[in-house]
């Protein structure tokens, strides 16, 4: 088996992990808040994490080199947590992944004033085409009402592109253990002190799911991180995709859920402008700073490292050894 085709199941078993550990965020969605989700989840984590963080034998200090890019950065991605935790309770799960896969799109947008990034007007039509399909997922104006749960999704998508974004600026500079433990920290302490307010006590056996969900989570970014390291992004990235296939069964099977016409057209615009994209910023005439390709694909919630952080890290171990 070639090297393409094992990173492509590497990748694939990944994002079905990730779909996994996604209805396990539903299903407790539907009795405590993505506060109490994010902060059990965290904790069941942070032990994994730390015994990683704990192989960075080199010299520096945890203060960032860049301490206003890397304070918007970890708010951000608490904010995404918070945000698609909560859309995943309200929203079908395939309508989730639909409004999630806008953030190739949104990546590309902001990479022109925070990278530098010229897009040019193949790669312009192409994100103009992707929020058309995700104005046909949400249908504005529609019977079906754009709630809570949509515009939750929208600015998990959004605060998630703003997260890949800024790491693809500053990463080079900051140590990789600082880009991972900074959102951690925060998102843990910041959901611990909602506890009082939020907190429903929970039976064992939904504590146990937190700890499912840490495990799924680290399943996820291993499979990701192999996929890379034996694969080019431009075989890897385009398999995030396939988690609507994943959504549609789990949605099916655990929720009652179906997959809508205009979610199945909308979801297909998006996912041709996304890999379009993708596949053009492999040219190096067209992008220097691939912002898209360079965002590993999962968005960033705070409870689990990026996957380029974890990257790097392995990359240099490697390279040391």
Request: aromatic share 12%.
């Amino acid at each position: 088996m070639n090297s393409t085709l094992r990173g492509a199941l590497f990748s694939l078993a990944a994002f079905g992990f990730y779909a996994t550990h996604d209805v396990v965020v539903k299903l407790l969605g539907e009795t405590y808040s993505s506060f109490q989700i994010i902060f059990f989840s965290g904790l069941m984590g942070f032990p994994l994490v730390t015994l990683m963080l704990m192989g960075d034998r080199r010299d520096g200090t945890l203060i960032p080199r860049h301490p206003w890019w890397t304070a918007l950065r970890t708010v951000a991605a608490m904010v995404t947590g918070v945000m698609g935790f909560f859309a995943f309770s309200k929203l079908p799960l395939a309508q989730c992944y639909a409004i999630f896969f806008a953030m190739p799109l949104l990546i590309t947008l902001m990479a022109i004033p925070m990278l530098g990034e010229k897009v040019g007007l193949r790669r312009g039509v192409a994100v103009i085409v992707g929020l058309i399909g995700v104005i046909i997922v949400l249908r504005p104006g529609s019977g079906d009402a754009l709630g809570i749960g949509h515009l939750a999704a929208l600015g998990a998508a959004i605060t998630g592109a703003l997260t890949s974004v800024i790491v693809r600026k500053i990463g080079s500079d900051e140590r990789s253990v600082v880009l991972m433990l900074y959102p951690m920290v925060l998102s843990f302490f910041v959901m611990g002190l909602t506890m009082p307010f939020v907190y429903v006590p929970m039976p064992i056996e939904h504590l146990a799911l937190t700890a499912v969900m840490a495990f799924l989570g680290m399943l996820g970014a291993l499979g990701i991180i192999a996929a890379y390291r034996i694969a080019p992004a431009v075989i890897v990235a385009p398999m995030q995709y396939s988690q609507i296939i994943w959504a549609a069964l789990y949605g099916w099977l655990f929720f009652d859920e179906g997959v809508d016409f205009y979610t199945w057209v909308g979801t297909a615009v998006i996912i041709a402008s996304g890999i379009y994209i993708v596949l053009r910023e492999q040219a190096p005439s067209v992008s220097q700073n691939r912002p898209v390709t360079e965002s590993r694909t999962r968005f960033d919630y705070g409870t689990m490292p990026r996957i380029s952080s974890w990257l790097k890290r392995f990359d240099r171990s490697a390279d040391e050894g």
